[in-house]
């Protein structure tokens, strides 16, 4: 059976876990970082050296982390065609967008926005760079939702990796307190990704245990 090392709350782990409940895959999770630690343990050294969450490993293979490489391997491995296509073009089309997400919009919203608005103490916050965080990342924002307006999920009619990556940042961005822009195409899609039981167990949840953590 696959094992998957990381905590429900991160959101790197989050997108693995979302994507493996997705595609029906079987697995144990374990508890691994922050207040969970294992990841400083020569053990999860061996397979992750940097110390970091995800990582899996796949009945006999190797383990792997970096999440985007993770969801190619199980898009490989256990996705349909819809999902992670087999013809190289249609293939790219999708990773494009996927990489798009993760670079444009969860590396903007995590690192500037989230972890000052939950995870650092109000006292400590800077108000002008969380909006120029904001702004940023909506400019980017409004490119997904010009695409949205002509295909129900990212990159077609079909949920694909591409919606994991996107979509996994959404929950957390309408969820904070943000005044946010009116982007109703977005928040359609983000209405239809909450409809999906795999999203709601694996990325609506609580992420209490990290407000003012830093």
């Known amino acids: 059976?696959?094992?998957?090392?990381?905590?429900g709350s991160s959101s790197n782990v989050q997108v693995v876990r979302w994507c493996l409940h997705e595609l029906?895959?079987?697995y144990k999770q374990i508890d691994a970082g922050?207040?969970?630690?294992?990841?400083?343990?020569?053990?999860?050294?061996?397979?992750n050296p940097n110390g970091t969450i995800p990582t899996i490993q796949d009945t006999d293979q190797l383990p792997m982390y970096e999440s985007g490489a993770i969801l190619r391997?199980?898009?490989?491995?256990?996705?349909?065609?819809?999902f992670w296509p087999g013809n190289p073009a249609a293939r790219a089309q999708i990773d494009m967008?996927?990489?798009w997400s993760k670079i444009n919009v969860a590396l903007n919203?995590?690192?500037?926005?989230?972890?000052?608005?939950?995870?650092?103490?109000e006292s400590k916050r800077q108000p002008d760079q969380i909006a120029a965080a904001l702004s940023l990342l909506e400019k980017y924002l409004r490119i997904a939702d010009e695409r949205l307006a002509t295909t129900?999920?990212?990159?077609?009619e079909h949920?694909?990796?591409?919606?994991?990556?996107?979509?996994?940042?959404?929950?957390?961005y309408y969820d904070i307190a943000l005044n946010r822009a009116p982007l109703n195409n977005l928040r359609r899609y983000y209405e239809l990704l909450s409809t999906r039981p795999a999203y709601q167990s694996c990325v609506m949840v609580s992420y209490d245990e990290l407000r003012n953590s830093m």
Request: hydrophobic fraction near 45%; proline fraction near 7%; glycine fraction near 10%.
């Open 1 to 7: 059976m696959l094992k998957l090392w990381g905590r």
């Open 24 to 26: 029906d895959i079987p």
């Open 34 to 47: 922050f207040v969970y630690g294992v990841v400083d343990t020569n053990e999860y050294l061996a397979m």
């Open 73 to 82: 391997y199980l898009g490989g491995q256990y996705g349909h065609e819809h």
């Open 97 to 99: 967008w996927a990489e």
């Open 109 to 121: 919203f995590t690192g500037p926005l989230f972890w000052p608005l939950v995870r650092m103490p």
């Open 152 to 156: 129900p999920y990212l990159a077609s």
């Open 159 to 172: 949920l694909t990796l591409a919606d994991i990556q996107l979509g996994h940042v959404l929950y957390r």
